[in-house]
């Protein structure tokens, strides 16, 4: 397993789904994971340390997790099969290691909350296209928040939607 950050989130502009990229950390190997709207306004949210009046699924997890005791060791993504990527959240509690499987990007949404580390499987990283522009310090344009740390349902919205081909980058899969 090799460590990874969260190196950027975007959409496809084939398939108009969003992709969050995960990076090596330290190392240049990407990994793009596919990703439903919902995840992806939940992990911009945690990104950008934006508070929502609610919390969301997310942090409702965050808080079970703590209110039990227990501990987020880590998340892994582990696999992919027939175009589906598996991972894990690795929890501790009382000296008990217990693995619960996961969306990967559920199990990044909950990473970031709770600042864990997430892993990869080294085979599922790969190498961005030569002729790719590097983009490593990419950061989508976030909409103007006018003096508030809170964003609507409509601002992150018009975020997601107006994300660009050339915003997320070049992959061969």
């Keep these: 397993m090799i460590e990874v950050v969260v190196s950027r989130l975007g959409m496809d502009p ?9 990076q090596e ?16 306004e939940s992990i911009v949210t945690q990104m950008h340390n934006m508070k929502r009046p609610r919390p969301l ?17 880590r998340v892994q993504i582990t696999r ?29 949404a909950i990473a970031l909350r709770l600042s864990a580390p997430i892993f990869a499987a080294e085979t599922l990283l790969m190498l961005a296209d030569d002729d790719e522009e590097e983009s490593s310090e990419f950061e989508a344009p976030m909409p103007d ?22 915003d997320f980058g070049k992959f061969n899969l």
Aim: proline share 4%.
């Design 145 to 166: 928040l006018t003096d508030t740390s809170e964003l609507s349902a409509e601002q992150l919205k018009n975020y997601l939607e107006h994300l660009r081909p050339e």
């Design 14 to 22: 084939a398939s108009q789904a969003y992709v969050v990229v995960l």
């Design 25 to 40: 950390k330290g190392g240049e190997r990407l990994l793009p994971i596919w990703i439903g709207r919902p995840e992806a």
């Design 80 to 108: 992919v099969e027939n175009n589906t990527y598996y991972g894990e959240l690795h929890l501790e509690r009382d000296g008990k290691l217990t693995q619960i499987d996961s969306r990967p990007s559920d199990a990044i």
């Design 57 to 73: 699924t997310h942090d409702l997890c965050k808080s079970i997790i703590m209110g039990t005791g227990a501990v987020l060791r």
